[in-house]
C-alpha cells in the first residue's frame, strides 16, 4: 500500500521560511516520479515543482522559482520541500505525489497546511 504523508506546514509571517516533507512507502522510488502540488481556496490546483529520485534533478514552478527548493533524502524515502521568503499568495494546502510519471500521479498525501501572514 504506497503511502505518501505530508509534513511541516503552518503559519509563518510574510519572508518567513518553512520546510515540508513527505515521506514515502509501499512503492520503488527509483521507478516514480514525485512532486508538489498546491491548492488555494477558491483556486484550481498548482504545480510547485518536482525531483527526480535518481539524479536528483529538480525543477520547480516560474511562480515559485528562486524561492522554493525540491529535494530528497532517498535513505529516508522523503522528499522536501525548502521554501523561503514565503508571500501572503503562498498560502495554500501543499500536497506530494507520486507516480509512474509527472502525467501519471496516481498517488497523493493528505495535504499541509500553510500560511503567510502579512
Known amino acids: 500500500q504506497v503511502q505518501l504523508v505530508e509534513s511541516g506546514g503552518g503559519l509563518v509571517q510574510a519572508g518567513g521560511s518553512l520546510r515540508l516533507s513527505c515521506a514515502a512507502s509501499?512503492?520503488?522510488?527509483?521507478?516514480?516520479?514525485m512532486a508538489w502540488f498546491r491548492q488555494a481556496p477558491g483556486k484550481e490546483r498548482e504545480f510547485v515543482g518536482t525531483i527526480n529520485w535518481s539524479s536528483g534533478r529538480s525543477f520547480t514552478a516560474a511562480s515559485v522559482k528562486d524561492r522554493f527548493t525540491c529535494s530528497s533524502d532517498n535513505a529516508k524515502n522523503t522528499v522536501y520541500l525548502e521554501m523561503n521568503n514565503l508571500k501572503v499568495e503562498d498560502t495554500a494546502v501543499y500536497y506530494c505525489?507520486?507516480?509512474?510519471?509527472?502525467?501519471?500521479?496516481?498517488?497523493w498525501g493528505q495535504g499541509t497546511q500553510v500560511t503567510v501572514s502579512s
Open positions: 505525489a507520486a507516480g509512474q510519471s509527472l502525467s501519471a500521479l496516481n498517488y
Open positions: 509501499g512503492l520503488t522510488f527509483s521507478e516514480h516520479a
